[in-house]
Nanobody, 126 residues
Framework: VQLQASGGGLVHPGGSLRLSCAFSGFTSDYSIVGWFRQAPGKEREGVSISRRGDGRTIYADSVKGRFTMSRDNAKSMLYLQMNDLRSEDTAVYYC????????????????????WGQGTLVTVSS
């Protein structure tokens, strides 16, 4: 299964973007799907993760209230709506998936995911 992320670009502070991630298989095949990002010189960090088992979607504190993740299982798509973007949101964004379950405390650990998209660059700048 491959993941294909798209939708990145250059946006002014306060602007919006919607990222998309296409699954070559079915999103329902995975217990956990989500988005990570990696800024220059920094480690990859979790942005938003959805866990199928309990239907929960969690967000990093830095994006709560601004980002919304959604999925369309019929189309095998995952989305990340990003509003009120800030310069600190500048990063390469990756979609990721994992078939096996994870405990809540491990959901933002990038090392736990074995399926990744190629990344799409989001630049927030005036």
């Amino acid at each position: 299964v491959q993941l294909q992320a798209s939708g990145g670009g250059l946006v002014h502070p306060g602007g919006s973007l919607r990222l998309s991630c296409a699954f070559s298989g079915f999103t329902s095949d995975y217990s956990i799907v989500g988005w990570f990002r990696q800024a220059p010189g920094k480690e990859r960090e979790g942005v938003s993760i959805s866990r199928r088992g309990d239907g929960r979607t969690i967000y990093a504190d830095s994006v709560k209230g601004r980002f919304t993740m959604s999925r369309d299982n019929a189309k095998s798509m995952l989305y990340l709506q990003m509003n009120d973007l800030r310069s600190e949101d500048t990063a390469v964004y990756y979609c990721a998936a994992r078939k096996n379950r994870l405990i809540l405390s491990a959901l933002f650990d990038a090392a736990q995911y074995d399926t990744w998209g190629q990344g799409t660059l989001v630049t927030v700048s005036s």
